[in-house]
């Protein structure tokens, strides 16, 4: 795991190896060794993976997470600025129901279309 700026600062950004494909501005875990994969509903998420000149990054590759601070993810349904957000089944940003939310929603999303969000991981009642 390598962290893009010095190392005596905290960093928005780490990189990883990507387990599998991952699209583009979707929310990411660690996998049961230590690999970056999509994150699905109801799962820990630690970040959103960075748009990047390629379309998905594949299994091996290097993989960009933002895992704080405003960024972009792509929404999965429509919601309001304010809402917690989780990720659905691929990684996608949805109102969150329950457990942890990775985001707060600073814009309204509607599905599929990039959203403004705040990465802060709060529960979700």
Avoid at 23 to 45: H, I, R, W
Wanted: hydrophobic fraction near 50%; aromatic fraction near 4%.
């Amino acid at each position: 795991m390598s962290y893009l700026t010095h190392a005596i600062n905290d960093s928005a950004t780490l990189c990883g190896e990507a387990a599998g494909a991952i699209a583009p501005l979707t929310a990411v875990k660690f996998d049961g060794n230590g690999k970056l994969a999509t994150a699905g509903a109801g799962e820990l998420c630690i970040g959103i993976a960075l748009a990047t000149t390629d379309d998905d990054c594949k299994a091996g590759d290097t993989v960009h997470v933002q895992i704080k601070e405003a960024g972009l993810w792509i929404a999965g349904g429509d919601f309001v600025a304010g809402d917690l957000l989780a990720a659905d089944a691929s990684g996608k940003a949805v109102k969150a129901a329950a457990g942890t939310a990775l985001a707060i929603a600073l814009e309204a999303g509607k599905a599929n279309k990039p959203t403004k969000v705040l990465i802060c991981r709060i529960a979700a009642a």
